[in-house]
């Protein structure tokens, strides 16, 4: 089983394809990861005093994206927040609340003993800055910085897991943490697929908007039987890594019925993105699952669902959707980990 990042607590803004999205549902809470609670008084502590250092030297690794090699810290550590920008890039500015796509790597203060990183795992962490999702030495530490950015900070207990530490991870709940983390993306409700247009040239298939301004693209459903067979096309082709069927992907999407060409969920209209596990979306709706893998991240994809791959006789009551109803899918592929 692939290890899972020790900052993790759930995967936040997932969203159940079901009509009814919503992160407090079973599926949602079914997928809660078993990593430790980023922080035992995250919603009590107050925000940090956030200086410049001190943080130990980066030793080797240095370039952007690299692996580092960090110092022992010397001397005590502050009792504030430390965070320093070792390389200041030129994308968008993180704000709380954005998903970010990050490489990292962490270590204790006193001992430079590594705890955890994703260089090794050669999957970059795609996580929300968000309390409850992430410690708040991240949250805090992260908002303001750009995207391209090389991040050092040294974390004090209060704004990492507090005083009961981490026995998994090794960590005291005195240790003070310093982490180098490499900002390679950030996501909100505005981000979009940004890839090169495909021809919608099938008059049989619906056609999906090609707009890349965070707004829902248009969805239109032809006035014809729906295919039998499950379709998954380009509508923008990305150029990031192929997605693999034991990834979670984060997305914007909508949904609409074949039959009405009446939506029944979109991450647009509820103002925030989705994050699923592509292998508990084969229990919910095959089509999807299937429909995003072996697509490009990065990529806007039009998925048509039979319904023996969507709900087929047992739709979510009181919704939308009816019995053997074909369902129609724009998906945004966002980020993949």
Do not use: H
């Amino acid at each position: 089983m692939r290890r899972r990042s020790l900052l993790i607590a759930v995967p936040a803004g997932l969203v159940t394809i079901a009509g009814c999205g919503g992160s407090d549902s079973s599926s949602s809470k079914a997928s809660a990861s078993p990593s430790p609670s980023p922080s035992a008084s995250a919603s009590t502590v107050p925000p940090p005093k956030v200086v410049d250092g001190p943080v130990p030297a980066i030793t080797a690794g240095t370039k952007f994206d690299e692996k580092p090699t960090v110092a022992k810290g010397t001397g005590d550590p502050s009792k504030n927040l430390a965070v320093k920008t070792v390389i200041a890039g030129s994308g968008k500015a993180v704000a709380e609340g954005d998903f970010v796509q990050v490489n990292y790597l962490g270590q204790i203060w006193s001992t430079a003993k590594v705890f955890d990183n994703s260089y090794d795992r050669k999957t970059p962490l795609v996580i929300q800055l968000a309390q409850g999702s992430i410690i708040d030495g991240w949250r805090y530490g992260l908002a303001g910085r750009k995207v391209g950015s090389r991040v050092e900070m040294a974390i004090p207990p209060t704004w990492g897991y507090g005083t009961t530490g981490n026995s998994q991870a090794g960590i005291k709940g005195t240790d003070t943490l310093v982490f180098v983390i490499d900002v390679q993306d950030a996501f909100n409700i505005k981000s979009s697929a940004k890839g090169k247009a495909v021809a919608q040239s099938d008059s049989a298939l619906p056609k999906v908007g090609t707009n890349t301004d965070g707004k829902a693209p248009s969805v239109t459903v032809p006035k014809v039987d729906p295919p039998k067979k499950l379709v998954s096309n380009y509508v923008l082709e990305g150029d990031g890594a192929v997605v693999k069927a034991s990834q979670t992907i984060l997305c914007q999407f909508e949904g609409v019925v074949w039959s009405t060409g009446k939506q029944f969920e979109s991450t647009y209209s509820q103002g925030r993105l989705s994050q699923f596990a592509i292998s508990q979306m084969e229990s919910v709706v095959k089509g999807l699952a299937q429909g995003v893998t072996g697509k490009k991240v990065g990529s806007r994809v039009l998925i048509v669902a039979p319904p023996d791959l969507a709900y087929g006789d047992t739709p979510p009551t009181g919704g939308t959707i009816k019995k053997g109803e074909t369902l129609v899918f724009s998906v945004d592929i966002l980020a993949a980990m």
